[in-house]
C-alpha cells in the first residue's frame, strides 16, 4: 500500500497559510464586547451569515436543538434589560470587599446599545429521548448549542460585529421577556452589533481582575498533572501564547489606522 | 458629532473577503470525524497552535476553567476505549427497533486510531465560588470549556486535522482512565490527527439518521415562535444554507483533486 509523506497529508487538507492565519486571527482578536456597541443597522445578508454559521455547528447525535431569536424591537430589549437589571443587583452583593466595589463599576453588557439582541436556545427534546452521543452524557445537548454561540462569535468578529454574552440573569426572568417557553432552556443572551473598536485585551485582564493563565500550566500528558518532559512543546506554547496576545495587539493597531 | 457612514464602519473592522472567508470555509467544512484518522504524527509546532486556540477562547469572569491533558500513550488511550466501549454497549440497548440495529453500526470514535487524545476539561472552582458572569447561570463555567473545544475544532479545520468528540462515557470511568480528580468536570475527549478525507456531509445526515434542519424554522423574532415578514432575511438564510451545503461538498472535491 502506498502512503503518503506526513507532508503531502497536511498540505492536501490545511488551508493555505493566509487563509488559516485568518482563523486565528478570528479566534485571537475575538472579544466580549459590552461597551462600544454603534447604532449602525446590521444588513440581513451579513445577520444571515453568522446564523447560518451557528447553524453549522457540531451537534450531539446531530439533533441541531438550538433556535435563535432576533431581538430588534427597543420594547423587548427593555424587558430583557430589566431582567438584567434585577440579577446584576443581586450579583453586586455576592462579592466581598474590594471586589464588590470593582464589580460594580464593571460594564458587563449592552442591551439597550446593541442594534440586534440574539438568544440561543437549547430543544433537549428535539430529537427524541435517546440521542446518539448523549446515552451518557446528558449535557451533550446544552454543549452543542454553546458550539453554536462559538461559532457565530467568530463568524461576526470576521465581519466586523462585536458580540457579547450577557449571562446575567434569573433564567425565568429572561424566558418571560422573551416568551420562551419552560421547557426550552436559554443558553446564551447576545448582543450584537458594530463597535467602534475592539478591545486589544479582554477588560477584565485590562482590568487587573485576573491574569491571563500561562498554556504550560493548563497542559498535561497521558495523566492529570503529569508533566513530561516536552520541551519542544512547551517553547512552543510560550511563542505561540506571546504571539497570540500581540495578535490582539495589533488588531487594534490595524483598527487604528 | 461625525458619525461614520455604515459602509466604512464595516470595512474599519471586517475583515478582507478572502480571510472572512476562509472563516467560513473552517466552520462549514469542520466535520465530526471518527474514522478516517492516519499514523501521521502530528509536529509540536500545530499542537501548539490549535491548544492555544483553545486557551483563547471566551471565559465567564475571566476565569479560563480549562485544562487540556494530551494523549499520546498507547496504554492510556487503551484504557479510555476500554471505559467507551462499556458505555457504548449500555447505549445500544437504549435504542429501540430499527435504530437499534443501525445504531451498532455506527463508527463513533477513532481513540485507538488517533494520533492524539486531547481531553478538554473544567475546574469549576478555579477563581473562588463567586466569579462575574456566574452568579445565576451556574453552567457559564462548563460553557466556557465547551467554547474552548469549539476554537480548537476550527483551528484544527485550518491545519487539516480531523477532531472527533467522543462523548459515550460513564464519567467516572473516563476520569479513572486519565487519572481526572472527582473536582474536575471532563468536558470533551477529543481524537486528534490528520485524516484521508473530510466527509461533505455530517455522517449521520448521510446516513439518514436525521436531516439538516431548514435555517428559517429556527429563527423568530422579538419573542418564542413569532415569524415576522422578513423575507429579506429568510431569503438569504435559503441562500446561505444551500451555500453552506455546498461547501462541504467543494470541500471534499477539493480533497479528491
Known amino acids: 500500500m502506498k502512503t503518503m509523506p506526513a507532508q503531502a497529508i497536511q498540505e492536501t487538507h490545511a488551508f493555505a497559510d493566509e487563509a488559516r492565519d485568518a482563523v486565528y486571527r478570528a479566534i485571537f482578536s475575538r472579544r466580549d464586547v ?16 453568522v446564523l447560518t454559521a451557528a447553524h453549522y455547528a457540531p451537534s450531539v447525535g446531530f439533533m441541531q436543538p438550538w433556535n435563535f431569536l432576533v431581538v430588534q424591537s427597543d420594547q423587548v430589549k427593555r424587558r430583557v434589560h430589566d431582567a438584567f ?9 455576592m462579592f466581598e470587599g474590594d471586589k464588590r466595589a470593582v464589580y460594580r463599576t ?15 436556545t ?18 451533550m445537548d446544552l454543549y452543542s448549542s454553546v ?37 426550552i432552556t436559554p443558553i446564551a443572551y447576545l448582543c450584537v452589533g458594530y463597535v467602534s473598536h475592539f478591545h ?38 510560550r511563542r505561540d501564547q506571546a504571539a497570540a ?13
Chains 1, 2 share one sequence.
Open 106 to 120: 464593571l460594564k458587563l453588557e449592552g442591551i439597550l446599545e446593541s442594534p440586534l439582541g440574539i438568544c440561543i
Open 200 to 237: 486589544a485585551k479582554p477588560e477584565l485582564e485590562s482590568a487587573g481582575w485576573l491574569p491571563r493563565l500561562p498554556m504550560e500550566d493548563l497542559v498535561y500528558f497521558n495523566q492529570w498533572g503529569h508533566r513530561d518532559d516536552q520541551q519542544s512543546l512547551i517553547g512552543h506554547l
Open 122 to 139: 437549547c430543544d433537549r427534546e428535539r430529537s427524541g429521548p435517546v440521542v446518539v452521543g448523549r446515552t451518557h452524557m446528558k449535557t
Open 34 to 49: 459590552r461597551g462600544q456597541f454603534l447604532p449602525t443597522p446590521v444588513p440581513d445578508e451579513v445577520l444571515s451569515r
Open 147 to 183: 458550539c453554536a454561540v462559538q461559532n457565530l462569535w467568530l463568524a461576526a468578529r470576521a465581519e466586523g460585529l462585536g458580540v457579547g454574552w450577557v449571562s446575567i440573569f434569573n433564567q425565568a426572568e429572561l424566558q418571560e421577556a422573551l416568551g420562551i417557553p419552560k421547557r
Open 85 to 93: 437589571a434585577v440579577a446584576h443587583a443581586e450579583a453586586g452583593d
Open 245 to 257: 496576545q500581540e495578535a490582539g495587539t495589533a488588531n487594534l493597531s490595524a483598527a487604528a489606522k
